[in-house]
T-cell receptor, first 111, second 114 residues
Framework: DAMVIQNPRYQVTQFGKPVTLSCSQTLNHNVMYWYQQKSSQAPKLLFHYYDKDFNNEADTPDNFQSRRPNTSFCFLDIRSPGLGDAAMYLC??????????FGPGTRLTVL | AQSVTQPDIHITVSEGASLELRCNYSYGATPYLFWYVQSPGQGLQLLLKYFSGDTLVQGIKGFEAEFKRSQSSFNLRKPSVHWSDAAEYFCSVGPSSSASKIIFGSGTRLSIRP
């Protein structure tokens, strides 16, 4: 089945230790998104790639970076995680601006 | 400014009862409208979408929603809920040209009373 896969599902890191979250898709969608979702809140868009074009939301901290080496993969890098970065991170894909397909998420814990 | 409002933070309904979750939006043009469902610890799953045409749209799991332009609403309905419908529901508004303006409502948590 075509799908969006996120690895790992659970990630524990230490305060200030860089961490990378992974997203892959078999849908061949040209748009990939990263969202941050904190408990009982709506997902917050961090950035997205439209094909190879990177689009950063204005209020996304510099601590968050992303890479998209090819159509299928997208990575979220958190350079120096703080306690406030503990959240669920959701990857999504879409064909242009049609409906988004979400992965199961990565739960990040910062100790 | 664009916005999405889900006025009900938490709703509890009895199993078998009907359901309506409210969504109001503020947007300059006719937006794309979506309802997503999220089970605990999971990603979001699309229930239904409205782009244009028939204002009553059918989705998965027996859900439907009606777009009412005059009321700027896109309410989600289900005639008879099942215990498995307990989840968080998000209304989303998005344009056709810029993902940066995709907006999620704050969500409505649905609990089912046995």
């Amino acid at each position: 089945d075509a799908m969006v896969i996120q690895n790992p599902r659970y990630q524990v890191t230490q305060f200030g230790k860089p961490v990378t979250l992974s997203c892959s898709q078999t849908l061949n969608h040209n748009v990939m998104y990263w969202y941050q979702q904190k408990s009982s809140q709506a997902p917050k868009l961090l950035f997205h790639y439209y094909d190879k074009d990177f689009n950063n939301e204005a209020d996304t901290p510099d601590n968050f970076q992303s890479r998209r080496p090819n159509t299928s993969f997208c990575f979220l890098d958190i350079r120096s995680p703080g306690l406030g970065d503990a959240a669920m991170y959701l990857c999504a894909t879409s064909r242009d601006w049609n409906e988004q397909f979400f992965g199961p998420g990565t739960r990040l814990t910062v100790l | 400014a664009q916005s999405v409002t889900q006025p009900d933070i938490h709703i509890t309904v009895s199993e078998g009862a009907s359901l309506e979750l409210r969504c109001n939006y503020s947007y300059g043009a006719t937006p794309y409208l979506f309802w997503y469902v999220q089970s605990p610890g999971q990603g979001l799953q699309l229930l239904l979408k409205y782009f244009s045409g028939d204002t009553l749209v059918q989705g998965i799991k027996g859900f439907e929603a009606e777009f009412k332009r005059s009321q700027s609403s896109f309410n989600l309905r289900k005639p008879s809920v099942h215990w498995s419908d307990a989840a968080e529901y998000f209304c989303s508004v998005g344009p056709s040209s810029s993902a940066s303006k995709i907006i999620f409502g704050s969500g409505t948590r649905l609990s089912i009373r046995p």
